[in-house]
């Protein structure tokens, strides 16, 4: 990070005008595999564990490929004669050779392609190491077969690369719960920046346009993150930290800002949840369009999209809290990351309340609630290795529904015992892998010790609930007031469609005098409850979970997360599917201007102006909310004008976005620039 002997494990960029050649070479016939005799086992389980790599590649951004070299060393946790990696399945593998520089026989899993099995010469024994060098080439950016949502997790371009450990760009065992030592060497053309995990080496320097940068990690951690580009390095003190902020050149005057926004959030976060043992972070863009972050240890990634001139406190929150939790304390396997992606989500939420208030907080906890409704029922949270990483399923399941159950167990809880949950957590497992379980089990203990006096608390309902079911409450509330001598009397029955639920839920009842606050216990399809009141209930005045403790569905929400869903295909270019999402939010609700919008917006792209139009208008009649989509609809009338040489008209239009005042997503100024000069088409829609 800084190229100083400070630190042991730094995150660097090295960028070069100079040639070197490169000695990393692979047979340009690949050899044919044998299979491996006697038959390989069926299991999915890995037997060896990858404790050190020594990898290098060089990069072929004509071709978006790689040709790599990666010698493994291996510990056996048990007799077997079998290794067995996982290798990104678009990658060719050339040769599989043994610490004797043998050929092995080696195979990949017909029904997981990722997955490779190599035959030993001979059985490995309990605790023997073993090395395996690979030898490989071909693209690694394909997204997962699994999902159509799923956006690439490696990309190799003359402008910009990025490779993700999730991608399996080099052979890897127990993912994501391992942590090794590697050394990383990346050959790339001259004049490029690579920034990743460990300790940067003095650059090599030879003929050949290339330039080779190295990167060592002696202390074993999840590494293997690598993003190439033209970045630029400035350093930030701020906070008693020093940031490296990586930049394209022509935002460098926004590295101060996102430096000191990253310190402030290590020191904040380092009060709740314990200090980091390595706080000096670093921060940089990556060219990724539909992963808007990514954490690694010690480097935070912005999307270049969602860099600005202002910090993203929430994004940027959220993956700073992944220093924590998904690096310090590492999910055992990938069905274990609800307490990694799922809490750090919940992480940038509790950092909006601590710094900017309920209002902020309150905010997020309403898009996670549209978030986690988008897919809900893809997977349950504790079978997230069903989904593709970083796929709309996965971002719903467990970043967003993820958060919600957090936020949930906050309330179940109280403040204070959430907060000591997390700071405990944390204490015992920084360093170490853990599981969804473990966590289940401190925060029982938690639980039991904040109960009051004789009484027990039992959280196993919660869990199951939450997370091994799937399926979100619609409450229905049927309810009638008496007259009592002391006031009056609420009697009535909650109906949901989920038959194990059970929880209690807050019930607020506006009164002919103040609110008045009830807790009623949920259980099944059909609860009966009775309270009693001072005040007089006024009509329609009682709401179950005034205060959205509960991730619920409702009409409203079931519109938006539809919205949502078409925005998340809009995002990949997916615009015939998006179209059919937000047709299904104008079934639920015709007037939904948000639903509208985004109609015309997609078909807009598509070209089809006179049925973009319609869409805009209708929205314009709509119940205009979000405020936004006024102005915004105004201005996409007046560009469809523009582009039907209608200019009159489209001045009218983008005069009335002015008079609107609105300058959300800089309404204002795009509203001004086309009154001074015709719209022309873009490649991408402008827009909030």
Not at 5 to 33: E, F, M, N
Not at 284 to 293: N, V, Y
Not at 355 to 373: M, N, R, S, W, Y
Not at 506 to 532: A, C, H, L, Y
Request: aromatic share 10%; hydrophobic share 40%.
């Amino acid at each position: 990070m800084h190229g100083d002997s400070r630190k042991d494990r730094l995150i660097a960029v090295q960028s070069l005008g100079v040639l070197l050649v490169l000695w990393l070479t692979v047979s340009a016939a690949p050899q044919q595999p044998v299979s491996p005799s006697p038959a390989a086992p069926q299991s999915s389980r890995q037997t060896f564990r990858a404790t050190h790599y020594d990898v290098e590649v060089r990069l072929e951004p004509a071709a978006q490929a790689l040709v790599g070299r990666a010698r493994v060393e291996l510990l056996a946790e048990e007799p077997s004669r079998f290794v067995e990696v996982e290798l990104n399945p678009n990658l060719t593998i050339q040769r599989v050779t043994g610490s004797a520089n043998q050929a092995l026989s080696f195979d990949r899993d017909a029904e997981r392609p990722q997955r490779v099995r190599v035959l030993l010469p001979e059985p490995a024994l309990a605790a023997q190491r073993i090395a395996l060098t690979f030898e490989y080439a071909g693209p690694v950016a394909a997204a997962d077969l699994r999902t159509q949502h799923a956006p690439p997790l490696a990309w190799i371009s003359s402008d910009a690369t990025y490779l993700l450990p999730e991608s399996r760009w080099f052979p890897m065992t127990h993912f994501p719960g391992n942590r090794f030592a590697a050394n990383f060497r990346i050959h790339v053309p001259a004049g490029m920046a690579v920034v990743s995990t460990g300790q940067a080496q003095p650059p090599e320097v030879a003929a050949g346009g290339q330039v080779v940068c190295s990167f060592r990690n002696e202390k074993p951690t999840n590494a293997g993150t690598i993003v190439v580009g033209a970045l630029q390095r400035t350093l930030v003190a701020a906070e008693g930290l020093t940031i490296s902020v990586y930049t394209q050149p022509s935002d460098v005057a926004t590295a101060e800002a996102w430096g000191q926004a990253v310190a402030e959030l290590v020191n904040f976060f380092s009060g709740e949840f314990g200090p980091l043992p390595e706080p000096h972070l670093a921060v940089a863009q990556f060219s990724a369009h539909a992963i808007p972050g990514y954490a690694a240890p010690g480097l935070i990634l912005v999307g270049q999209r969602r860099w600005g001139s202002e910090p993203d406190r929430q994004l940027l929150a959220e993956q700073v809290a992944r220093q924590w939790w998904g690096v310090q304390v590492l999910p055992a396997t990938a069905d274990d990351v609800w307490i990694s992606d799922g809490l750090a989500r919940y992480s940038g939420a509790l950092y909006l309340q601590q710094t900017q208030g309920d209002g902020p907080f309150h905010e997020a906890i309403d898009v996670f609630a549209v978030g986690a409704l988008m897919y809900e029922d893809a997977a349950p949270i504790a079978q997230a290795s069903r989904l593709a990483p970083y796929s709309s399923e996965y971002r719903s399941v467990v970043a967003n529904k993820g958060a919600m159950v957090f936020h949930m167990l906050r309330s179940q809880l109280g403040v204070e015992p959430f907060r000591t949950l997390l700071r405990n957590f944390y204490a015992q497992y920084a360093g170490r892998t853990a599981t969804i379980e473990d966590f289940r089990r401190m925060a029982a203990q938690i639980a039991e010790q904040h109960a009051p006096l004789g009484e027990s608390v039992n959280l196993t309902p919660f869990f199951t609930q939450w997370l091994n079911s799937t399926g979100v409450p619609e409450f229905q509330l049927e309810y009638v007031v008496f007259r009592t001598q002391r006031g009056f009397k609420i009697v009535g029955k909650v109906k949901q469609d989920l038959e194990t639920f059970r929880m209690p839920v807050g019930m607020k009842i506006e009164t002919e005098g103040n609110p008045e606050w009830k807790t009623i216990e949920v259980r099944g399809r059909e609860s009966d409850f009775t309270v009693e009141t001072f005040g007089r209930p006024k009509p329609g005045g009682i709401t179950l979970d005034p205060n959205n403790q509960l991730l619920k569905s409702s009409p409203q929400l079931r519109v938006r997360a539809a919205v949502a869903r078409g925005e998340a295909l809009a995002e990949i270019g997916q615009f015939y599917d998006a179209i059919r999402e937000y047709e299904r939010a104008i079934t639920i609700n015709k007037n939904s201007s948000l639903a509208h919008f985004r109609m015309g917006e997609a078909m807009f792209f598509q070209k089809n102006y006179q049925a973009a139009a319609n869409a805009f208008r209708n929205a314009l009649d709509g119940n205009l909310e979000p405020k936004w989509v006024e102005v915004w609809a105004h201005i996409y009338l007046g560009k469809i004008f523009d582009l039907t040489g209608q200019r009159e008209r489209a001045i009218n239009e983008y005069s009335r976005a002015l008079e609107l005042n609105d300058n959300t997503g800089g309404a204002q100024q795009e509203a001004q620039k086309y009154i001074q000069q015709p719209y022309k088409e873009e490649s991408q829609p402008a827009g909030p």
